[in-house]
């Protein structure tokens, strides 16, 4: 089976920092998005952005750059949809997401979600951490908090995915509970899944990442 393709999930509009690219930002010696870039393409067939607007800003990458399908900012769904337009142009079955802002996660995300997906006709997984306390409950099904933009999808879904946008639908979690999704957890000592929303957070990495 050809391994699953990586899109990285960069559609969102920052306005905690202030708008831009938070990806774009430094961390280190390489921006947000290196880091995340280094992590993911060993792991997977072929890389793709996911961005609005123009793609020229991303050009030092070398990467494709998929702008959303559907008009209006619709979340994280909308990008996954354009990942699997991409895939099913490239002949692949599955995709995996990853968020943009998220220079941490893990560096074995995706061997972990196939195999979470292992039996399933249409494999369709999201990463999950345990719930602390003090975390709230609106992604959370059986102790575990949800991070709907790092996941496996499966390409034959996508125009379901799609009728479903164009309905209205909107929540991650209502689409994959739908499909009889799954998680994959991730209990790691240090939240593996830390992203970079405001300035605090970006200092925070920064302090993380050892500069």
Request: with cysteine; proline share 8%; aromatic share 6%.
């Given at each position: 089976?050809?391994?699953?393709?990586?899109?990285?999930?960069?559609?969102?509009?920052?306005?905690?920092?202030?708008?831009?690219?938070?990806?774009?930002?430094?961390?280190?010696?390489?921006?947000?998005?290196?880091?995340?870039?280094?992590?993911?393409?060993?792991?997977?067939?072929?890389?793709?952005?996911?961005?609005?607007?123009?793609?020229?800003?991303?050009?030092?990458?070398?990467?494709?750059?998929?702008?959303?399908?559907?008009?209006?900012?619709?979340?994280?769904?909308?990008?996954?949809?354009?990942?699997?337009?991409?895939?099913?142009?490239?002949?692949?079955?599955?995709?995996?997401?990853?968020?943009?802002?998220?220079?941490?996660?893990?560096?074995?995300?995706?061997?972990?979600?196939?195999?979470?997906?292992?039996?399933?006709?249409?494999?369709?997984?999201?990463?999950?951490?345990?719930?602390?306390?003090?975390?709230?409950?609106?992604?959370?099904?059986?102790g575990l908090i949800r991070h709907?933009?790092?996941?496996?999808?499966?390409?034959?879904?996508?125009?379901?995915?799609?009728?479903?946008?164009?309905?209205?639908?909107?929540?991650?979690?209502?689409?994959?509970?739908?499909?009889?999704?799954?998680?994959?957890?991730?209990?790691?000592?240090?939240?593996?899944?830390?992203?970079?929303?405001?300035?605090?957070?970006?200092?925070?990495a920064r302090k993380r990442a050892?500069?």
């Amino acid at each position: 089976m050809m391994p699953p393709l990586g899109v990285i999930l960069a559609g969102g509009q920052a306005t905690r920092m202030g708008g831009g690219d938070k990806g774009l930002l430094p961390l280190g010696d390489r921006s947000i998005l290196r880091h995340v870039i280094d992590r993911l393409a060993p792991q997977v067939g072929a890389l793709a952005l996911n961005a609005n607007g123009d793609p020229a800003r991303f050009a030092a990458l070398g990467l494709p750059v998929l702008a959303d399908p559907i008009e209006g900012y619709a979340g994280p769904l909308v990008g996954v949809l354009a990942g699997l337009d991409w895939a099913a142009e490239k002949g692949a079955e599955t995709i995996v997401t990853v968020a943009a802002d998220t220079p941490f996660f893990p560096c074995d995300l995706v061997p972990r979600l196939m195999l979470a997906a292992e039996g399933m006709a249409h494999p369709l997984v999201l990463a999950a951490t345990p719930r602390g306390e003090e975390e709230t409950k609106s992604m959370s099904r059986g102790g575990l908090i949800r991070h709907p933009t790092f996941g496996l999808w499966p390409v034959a879904l996508r125009d379901d995915l799609r009728g479903a946008l164009v309905s209205g639908l909107r929540k991650v979690v209502i689409w994959t509970d739908r499909h009889g999704g799954r998680e994959a957890v991730f209990d790691d000592a240090h939240d593996p899944f830390f992203n970079v929303n405001t300035p605090e957070d970006l200092a925070e990495a920064r302090k993380r990442a050892g500069v």
